[in-house]
């Protein structure tokens, strides 16, 4: 696992789109693991300026959610399929067709979970994927206690979730208590892993997932078993890392980040 900090918020949101970029520019059928909540609307929001000024092609790109909603159909503004129509597919020129998400209306959920990994596999795994933390340490939705080798499947949610995502919804009490999510082990047989962390609220989980012992009961410490994992967090995240002085060091040394420290940022 690399963590990298960026002074703001903006800063860290920049790498993560730069990386990306990069990804995409070397392999333009780039697998692209996606993930939803606040963090990632600033980093969507850049790759679309991308997309319109330096013309990031996502016409071969694949995508593939790490969750949904059970119950919400694709046009309710708060699904995760929402979501990504808004913040990113209707923004760039990615062919809808290439873009997953599990279906929270399918009558056979667990059906629809093995298709999802059939599916993830027929596209020959996920290249890039990223990733935030929630306040419960999840990942994606494995709630605590998720196995390590869990794969997509349906998860109830904690006490904790509803609260962070209720008021998003117009009536908090409309927030689905249950949905699909791939698994900790679905996420870890990606081939990098990029999680983005930003804000001062998120100083104490971040810091359980980089620094912290490796537990089911925070997902995100799973990530520690990554053979390519980047954690890029802003200084309001970064709060509670005990080894800051090491990240910085390798960040500003390692010849792998020579190109991102000469960016403009
Ligand atoms: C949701 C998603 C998670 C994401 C989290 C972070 O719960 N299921 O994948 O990490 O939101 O949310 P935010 O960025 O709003 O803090």
């Not at 082990?185 to 983005?196: S, V």
């Amino acid at each position: 696992m690399q963590v990298i900090i960026r002074d703001s918020k903006a800063a860290a949101t920049e790498l993560a789109a730069a990386i990306i970029a990069r990804e995409l520019r070397r392999r333009p059928n780039l697998v692209l693991g996606l993930a939803t909540g606040r963090t990632m609307e600033s980093l969507y929001a850049r790759l679309a300026d991308l997309h319109r000024t330096d013309g990031l092609d996502f016409s071969l790109a694949v995508t593939f959610n790490l969750d949904e909603y059970i119950g919400l159909p694709p046009e309710h503004r708060n699904s995760y399929r929402y979501y990504m129509n808004q913040h990113l597919f209707h923004k760039v020129n990615i062919d809808i067709r290439n873009t997953h998400l599990p279906n929270g209306m399918a009558e056979d959920i667990a059906g629809e979970c093995r298709r999802y990994e059939e599916t993830i596999l027929d596209f020959g795994g996920i290249d890039l994927q990223l990733l935030s933390v929630g306040a419960s340490g999840h990942i994606g939705f494995n709630e605590p206690l998720s196995a390590m080798r869990s794969r997509t499947r349906e998860k109830a949610l904690t006490p904790q979730t509803l609260a962070q995502n209720g008021p998003l919804f117009d009536d908090p009490s409309e927030m689905p208590r249950r949905a699909i999510t791939m698994g900790v082990g679905t996420i870890l047989e990606a081939e990098r892993c990029l999680m983005l962390v930003t804000g001062r609220s998120k100083a104490g989980v971040l810091a359980e997932a980089v620094e912290g012992p490796v537990t089911s009961m925070i997902s995100a410490t799973a990530l520690q078993l990554h053979e390519h994992c980047t954690v890029i967090v802003d200084e309001a995240a970064a709060a509670h890392l005990e080894n800051k002085d090491y990240y910085r060091w390798i960040f500003d040394n390692e010849p792998e980040w020579k190109a991102f420290r000469e960016m403009d940022m």
